[in-house]
């Protein structure tokens, strides 16, 4: 079990990083207090999940999960499940009054947080979809790409994490920039594009006329970079309650 600090402060005053993390948790405690969950005390467990029980066993090998570049953090909320990626994983267990007053200052508070809020947000009906598909879906989802970039009418989309599958649908209808944080994958090349380094990004978003980023973006706190004047559409579990409650384009057409 991870031995997590939890500060002494009063409900739903914990620090938070990023100004959309710090909205997404207001509108979480609006919910909560409105379904009256704030005074109860709630088993909140989290865990990291092994590949094979977050994406079971797809055709391809090459997704960060099973390259054990991330992990998926698995939170049980009074029996519905919640999902995150993130590349800092543990073990918790503690209630929801906990998880909402940790600080937001790693990788690990914010992946059990969002895990936590997906798992809440399915509990009480605000969205459908709170994990990650499995075995064949994660290909079969790359044949809905193209139906949900129809809307933007975009020419050239810059990619903010490397999604195998995705990127290779991508790349057979417009122009695509990718860049990557791992580095491993920098300077590879992939589906006929060259994975640039994540310190692209600004030049690739000034590029585009669409970004498709991972939810991810959400746990490494870099979700601000990609919300502005051109349009984003996130994708992947992760992102699936905020995207619900801050009116962000999502894409996750088989999530579970």
């Known amino acids: 079990?991870?031995?997590?600090?939890?500060?002494?402060?009063p409900l739903w005053k914990g620090r938070v990083m990023s100004e959309i993390l710090d909205r997404f948790i207001d509108e979480i405690k609006v919910l909560i207090s409105r379904h009256c969950l704030e005074d109860e005390m709630v088993s909140v467990v989290a865990r990291p999940l092994t590949p094979q029980e977050a994406i079971g066993r797809p055709v391809h090998d090459d997704y960060p999960l099973l390259k054990g570049k991330e992990r998926m953090m698995q939170a049980t909320f009074l029996?519905?499940?919640?999902?995150?990626?993130?590349?800092?994983?543990?073990?918790?267990?503690?209630?929801?009054y906990q998880v909402m007053n940790l600080p937001m200052d790693s990788n690990f508070h914010r992946a059990l947080l969002v895990a936590t809020a997906n798992a809440v947000l399915r509990k009480i009906g605000v969205i459908d979809k709170s994990r990650h598909c499995k075995d064949r879906d994660p290909e079969r989802c790359a044949t809905y790409l193209k139906d949900a970039l129809e809307p933007f009418s975009a020419k050239r989309v810059g990619m903010i994490g490397d999604q195998p599958r995705l990127l290779e649908e991508l790349s057979r209808h417009v122009e695509v920039r990718v860049c990557d944080r791992d580095p491993d994958n920098i300077g590879t090349v992939k589906s006929g594009i060259i994975v640039e380094d994540a310190a692209a990004h600004e030049d690739i978003t000034k590029w585009a006329d669409l970004l498709l980023a991972t939810g991810t973006t959400?746990?490494?706190?870099?979700?601000?970079?990609?919300?502005?004047?051109?349009?984003?559409?996130?994708?992947?579990?992760?992102?699936?309650?905020?995207?619900t409650l801050l009116a962000l384009n999502h894409f996750c057409p088989l999530g579970r």
């Not at 079990?1 to 402060?9: K, R, T």
């Not at 990609?226 to 349009?231: A, D, H």
């Open 218 to 243: 959400l746990v490494n706190d870099t979700i601000e970079h990609f919300i502005g004047e051109v349009p984003a559409l996130f994708y992947g579990i992760t992102i699936s309650g905020a995207a």
């Open 79 to 96: 029996n519905e499940r919640g999902q995150a990626y993130s590349d800092h994983t543990g073990n918790f267990t503690g209630s929801l």
């Open 1 to 9: 079990m991870q031995d997590v600090q939890v500060p002494d402060l």
